[in-house]
């Protein structure tokens, strides 16, 4: 049994977009015991969250870039004309490049 102070060393995860920790329900960080544990973790899609093998992306970026690359969903039956996907609300103004 561990008692008093003890330094452990512990691996968690952060978006490499926007640097978001990954959290359980709690809002906690899940921690794992190394790099692969982590990856192979994540390769299972958890909770929206994205690894390609080299990049780490979070729910929210995920979407963001999914709505950057097709457009906004916006469906009819939506009264408050919001996009499904990202929330983004139908008269946002965009800088089109």
């Known amino acids: 049994m561990k008692r008093g102070l ?3 060393n512990h691996v968690v995860i952060y978006c490499d977009s926007c640097g978001d ?3 359980d329900a709690a809002g906690d960080a899940v921690c794992f015991t190394s790099t692969h544990q982590a990856a192979y973790y994540l390769a299972g ?3 929206g969250w994205l690894y390609d093998g080299d990049r780490i992306t979070c729910d929210g970026c995920a ?3 999914e709505c950057d690359l097709r457009g906004h969903r916006f469906p009819s039956a939506n009264d408050l004309r919001r996009c499904d996907r990202c929330g983004a609300p139908d008269d946002e103004q965009e800088n089109l490049k």
């Open 45 to 47: 899609g958890r909770n």
């Open 6 to 8: 003890v330094t452990e």
């Open 63 to 65: 979407i963001t870039a």
């Open 21 to 23: 920790l990954y959290t």
